[in-house]
Every structure is written in structure tokens, then in C-alpha cells.
């Protein structure tokens, strides 16, 4: 086990820069996940700490040794793919031993940690298998118990989960971090569903163009989110963002739209200047004296009730927790918490509110 | 007008599929079935063209087993065969290897690569008859260059089947190597970047995944060129008919001289019998290894 830094790494492929200048401590035995919408580059990013992608610039550290141009297989680390790249023509116990039968350890040693990362992940029966012969979620496993027995330094996963069933997903989930908890290896997990990132991680980066937006716990980017970015992309479903400005200590929407401010917020600081509105639709409450609106769409899943509602041609997004009756083109009076509101910089995007 | 309600007849026929086969059978039968059902027959008789015939039952067979000539032309064929499968099979996958690389003008020098294929045997046999000629030709040149001395090739019966072996090499390596080719590109990348952070060199990820995951195209190339080379008669027949004596008589040219030679077609229809036996034999053995190196299929069917 180690931990890990990053010291503002990049990437470049030819001209694109894939990373930019990425700055990560991740601490010994930390579960943190990369996190970031397509083509952010964390995945690039992950296979440059295995060793799979050229470091630019920058350094990378796995414990106290610098590993930034070391080869993959002298960087002591285990790494599941998004496909699992098993060995096709390999039985699941050759899979699993094939890190040992190359450092020649011996067969009794082979054995003994191919069994113990088998029963760990129960595929005792599974070992004479060829991966062709094996599920979606048993190839993961396999996947998983090839990274266990090598009991590496830093634990990497790609996406790992994205070739499974959502029921089958869920249920990984769970694994990977009871894996964890019973290993407790450092681990990198680089996942673009922000869900995975919420339930897993001890800690997430937040990945936007190759730069680090956030990084924080799970909680701390949806309660501060530090940017619209992240603002935006954690939490499902999507913040709302209304545009407009503070006039008379209330921030009035381009359409005219009224909103309460929170309170703290020093209103006279930002009078006239451009600012970002945001409200998550779980925060929204139906309340009789609220701010009035039409119901533009309805969307019940049994346990919650989703719905778009145009308020003085504001578009604003609800999701009511508790079963309320409401039809299509209804009107509808909503509450917002003002505690919960975040307020940003249009121009630099940045968070405004202490 | 036509009338849309027809009567529905009261008779049908019973269907009945049998005359569809038919052509296909008439064409099995007259160009498998009866040439090999008569060639059966045909081993069982003394017969030389042109002469009468008389029924001698197993008679061929058990000359043939006291045939000094048939037993060389067998271990000639052997031989041949060893030779002609290994050493494409080897000098093709290493050029399959290098030309899965990336590197300028690929396509270009694969494509001047392949063209030995194009080839017709005939003039690729004249052709190399003249490189062979001991005083004349270009090799013993070559070899004179290096200060090795003068080679007889196919003038010399120690060295006449290698010599013909280079120039079924020189043609066939293409082939196996655009069979490998193909085993190349489906093997998956994926696995290669596991190996390697598994800590496999560049040998071990040749040796334990490259090599088996190629397996089951190297055995197709090696069912390919195995048939090719056991029944291999123009570049033989062209350069040397077999000799000089019989050093490079395989069996099919032993057939062809007893059949269209001497006439005695009884004795070389026995000599066809039994080496189609030695022939299915052989490709079911191979067809069983091909079985178990093939990783890929979906469903092993147990």
C-alpha cells in the first residue's frame, strides 16, 4: 500500500493537450474517484499513472518513489479495464496467476493466492473456466481477483462497470467497496457516472478539459460545489441554473423571475453584476405562497415525482420526494430553501457565496 | 379477366423435394462417387493398358509392400512435406510479425511480398532450374561471393529436395503469412496492456499470449500447406521428374510414371488408395489439433 501524487501532470498528443496540469494527493489507502463527463481525460490520466501513457510533464509518485517514466510493469500497481481484458485462450486460474507464473513464484505460492482471491470474489468454481464461458459480472470478478493476487501498491479501475446490466452495476458497486474495506489498498477508480462517484469514493476529482474542477468528499462537491462545472454535473438530476442579477436584495431572472436570496450574502457587493442562479430540484418544495408556476412535464416513478414547471418563462426543474398530484399544464406554487442556494460568477463560473 | 377466387383443387400431391438433389448428386457421383469407386476397383486387377485385365484381388497391395521404390517415395514425400510446412510456417509468421508492425511503405512491400503467389509454377520452376545450374546459375554465384564453394541443388541427390523445398518456400511463405496476418488483427489488443502490467517482457507476451492466440490460424495454414505440399507435382515434375535417379520421387511422382509411364494402371490405382488413406488420416489428426487450440469460438460445445 502507498500513497499516491500527482505533481501537475500533462498530456499531450501531438498538439491536442489531453491533461493540462493536474495537481492529486491521494492519501495511503484513500478510495478516490476521477471523475468527469467524455474526453475530460481520466482515463488518460489513469493510464498514466499505470504507465500505460507517457507522462508530458509533470511527476508522479506512488510512495516515495518517483515512477513518472518507469516502465508499467516496474510501477507495482493492478489495473481492471472497462472490457476486463482477460486473457481469452486462459482459464480463470491462469488468468489470475499469470502476474505470479511471470515473476516464476512458485507453483504452491500460485495456488495459494489464486484460492485465496477466488474465494474472496467466489469464483472457487469458476477457476477451470475459459472468460469466454463467464458472465458479464463473473469476468469483472476475474478481472478484479487478476489485480488482487499481484497485491499491488495502488489498486487503478477503468470505468469497470460500464459493460454491465444497471441491476449487475449496482451490485458491483457494493463489491468493489467491500473489497476495499476488507483489502484496503489505495485505490483509483475513474468512472463518467457521477452516481458511482457519490457511492464510492472517500474522496473525488472533479475532471473538466484535463484540469482538476474540485476535489473533495462526496458530500462536501454537492453541498459546495466550487463551480458551475461541478455544480452541474454532480447530482442527478441536474442542478437548475437561472441566469440574472441582485437588485433590490433579490435576485431577479432575466424573465423577470424572483428568487430569494440566501442569507449572509453580501447583495450590494454583486448589484449589476452577472451572476448564475442555482437551485437542485430536490430542494424545491411545493408550497401554497410560492413562487407560481405551470406544469410543463410530469414524470412519477412511484417513489418521486419529477417535473418541469415554467415559471414566468423560466424553465425550472422539481423533483418532489413525497407523492403529489399533479396533471400537465396545472399551476403549481413552489418554496425554495434559500440555505440551499448557491449562487455563481457568470463570467469566471466561480462560486460566490461564502 | 382473371378470376380471384379460384376452385381449390380437389387432389394435391404430396410434396416431394427428392428431384432438386438430383443435379448436385449426378455431379457428385460422376466426378467423386464413380472416379473413386472405380479406382477401388481398378487396384484390385492386373492391369496395364492396352494389355487384358485379370482380377488378382489384394495382389497390388502386397507388391506394393515389397515395393523398395514405393517405401523411398513415401519417406521422399515425407520429407518434402516436413520441410515445405515447417519452414513457411516459421519464415511466415515472422513475416506476418513484421509486417503487423507499423512502418513506411507497408502496404506497398506486403504487396510485392505476396507476389510469388502470382506466380505459375511452370515458369517459376524454369526459372529456378536456371538459378540452380551449378555452372551457370546465380546461386553458386552468390555462394562464390561469400567463399562458399560450388552446390550441386537439384543436380545433386543429397541436396535436391531442399533445394526444391527453397523454391516452394520462396512461394508459399506469402500465403501463411497472410493467414497469420489475419490471426494478427483479431487478435484483441487488451490483453497486451494487462500483460504488461502483469510485468510481461516483450518474449513472455509473444510466448504466452501472441503465439496461443494465433494458434488455431498457424494450424489452418499448417492444414493448408500440408495438403498443398503432399500433393505438390508441377515444381517436382518441371524441375527434376523425380530424379536425378529417384532422389526427389515423391509418391505422386512415382504414381504419374507408373500410371502414364509404364501403363500399369491396377498397381498405381493401388498406390492412389493408399495414399488418399494416408491423406484422410493425416488431415483428421490435424483437424483434432486444430480443436484444441481454438480459444475464440463462443460455446465449446460440452
Known amino acids: 500500500m502507498a500513497s499516491v501524487r500527482i505533481v501537475n501532470a500533462k498530456k499531450n498528443f501531438g498538439a491536442v493537450k489531453v491533461i493540462r496540469g493536474v495537481d492529486i494527493d491521494i492519501a495511503d489507502g484513500e478510495f478516490v474517484v476521477l471523475v468527469g463527463p467524455s474526453g475530460c481525460g481520466k482515463s488518460t490520466l489513469l493510464r498514466m499513472i499505470a504507465g500505460l501513457e507517457e507522462v508530458s510533464g509533470g511527476e508522479i509518485y506512488i510512495g516515495q518513489r518517483e515512477v513518472s517514466h518507469l516502465r508499467a510493469r516496474d510501477r507495482d500497481i493492478a489495473m481492471v479495464f472497462q472490457n476486463y481484458a482477460l486473457y481469452p485462450h486462459m482459464t480463470v486460474s491462469d488468468n489470475m496467476g499469470f502476474a505470479l507464473k511471470l515473476k516464476k513464484a512458485g507453483e504452491q505460492e500460485m495456488n495459494d493466492k489464486v484460492a485465496r482471491a477466488a474465494s474472496i470474489l467466489g469464483l472457487e468454481n469458476l477457476l477451470e473456466r475459459l472468460p469466454r464461458q463467464l458472465s458479464g459480472g463473473q469476468r469483472q470478478r476475474v478481472a478484479m481477483g487478476r489485480a488482487i493476487v499481484r497485491d499491488p501498491q495502488v489498486f487503478l479501475f477503468d470505468e469497470p462497470l460500464s459493460n454491465l446490466d444497471a441491476k449487475l452495476r449496482v451490485q458491483m458497486r457494493g463489491e468493489i467497496r467491500a473489497l476495499h474495506r476488507r483489502i484496503g489498498t489505495t485505490t483509483i477508480y475513474v468512472t463518467h457516472d457521477q452516481v458511482e462517484a457519490m457511492t464510492m469514493a472517500d474522496k473525488i476529482v472533479v475532471l473538466h478539459d484535463g484540469l482538476v474542477e474540485q476535489i473533495g468528499t462526496p458530500l462536501e462537491l454537492y453541498d459546495r460545489p466550487d463551480n458551475l462545472f461541478v455544480a452541474g454535473f454532480i447530482g442527478s438530476p441536474a442542478m437548475n441554473f437561472i441566469d440574472g442579477r441582485i437588485e433590490n436584495g433579490e435576485f431577479k431572472a432575466i424573465g423577470g423571475l424572483a428568487l430569494p436570496l440566501p442569507e449572509g450574502l453580501p447583495a450590494g457587493k454583486f448589484a449589476g453584476v452577472e451572476l448564475v442562479y442555482g437551485i437542485r430540484p430536490e430542494h424545491i418544495r411545493a408550497k401554497a405562497d410560492g413562487i407560481q408556476g405551470t406544469v410543463d412535464l410530469v414524470e412519477g416513478t412511484g417513489s418521486e415525482v419529477y417535473a418541469k414547471l415554467d415559471c414566468q418563462g423560466q424553465a425550472i426543474y422539481c423533483l418532489f420526494r413525497e407523492r403529489i398530484q399533479i396533471e400537465y399544464q396545472q399551476s403549481l406554487c413552489i418554496g425554495l430553501d434559500p440555505s440551499l442556494v448557491h449562487i455563481f460568477d457568470k463570467a469566471t463560473g466561480k462560486r460566490v457565496v461564502v | ?302
Open chain 2, 1 to 302: 379477366m382473371i378470376s380471384t377466387d379460384r376452385a381449390v383443387p380437389s387432389y394435391r400431391l404430396a410434396p416431394n423435394y427428392r428431384p432438386f438433389v438430383m443435379p448436385a448428386l449426378i455431379v457428385v457421383c460422376a466426378v467423386i462417387i464413380f472416379p473413386w469407386a472405380f479406382t477401388v476397383w481398378m487396384s484390385a486387377n492386373d492391369w496395364t493398358l492396352g494389355q487384358a485385365r485379370t482380377f488378382v484381388g489384394a495382389e497390388n497391395y502386397i507388391n506394393l509392400a515389397l515395393d523398395a521404390r514405393f517405401w523411398e517415395s513415401l519417406w521422399h514425400t515425407i520429407y518434402y512435406t516436413a520441410l515445405a510446412v515447417i519452414l513457411p510456417l516459421f519464415l511466415g509468421t515472422i513475416a506476418a510479425l513484421i509486417f503487423d508492425e507499423q512502418f513506411p511503405l507497408r502496404g506497398f512491400l506486403r504487396g510485392v511480398f505476396v507476389m510469388p503467389m502470382m506466380a505459375t509454377p511452370v515458369a517459376i520452376a524454369l526459372v529456378w532450374t536456371m538459378m540452380f545450374h551449378p555452372q551457370l546459375g546465380i546461386l553458386n554465384y552468390f555462394l562464390s561471393l561469400v567463399g562458399i564453394e560450388a552446390q550441386g541443388w537439384i543436380y545433386d541427390q543429397a541436396t535436391v529436395i531442399p533445394s526444391l523445398v527453397i523454391v516452394e518456400v520462396w512461394q508459399w511463405t506469402p500465403l501463411v503469412m497472410l493467414i497469420v496476418l489475419g490471426g494478427l488483427a483479431a487478435v484483441p489488443r487488451e490483453p497486451y496492456e494487462s500483460a504488461e502490467i502483469d510485468g510481461a517482457n516483450g518474449w513472455q507476451k509473444f510466448r504466452y499470449l501472441t503465439l496461443p492466440m494465433i494458434g488455431p490460424f498457424l494450424m489452418i495454414a499448417v492444414i493448408i500447406r500440408t495438403i498443398d505440399a503432399l500433393k505438390s507435382f508441377d515444381i517436382i515434375y518441371a524441375m527434376t521428374q523425380g530424379g536425378p535417379g529417384t532422389a526427389s520421387e515423391t509418391i505422386n511422382i512415382y504414381l504419374y510414371n507408373v500410371a502414364f509411364s509404364y501403363y500399369n494402371i491396377g498397381y498405381a490405382s493401388a498406390m492412389a488408395i493408399i495414399f488418399f488413406i494416408l491423406i484422410v488420416i493425416l488431415s483428421f489428426v490435424l483437424l483434432i489439433v486444430r480443436q484444441c487450440t481454438v480459444w475464440s469460438q463462443a460455446g465449446d460445445g460440452k
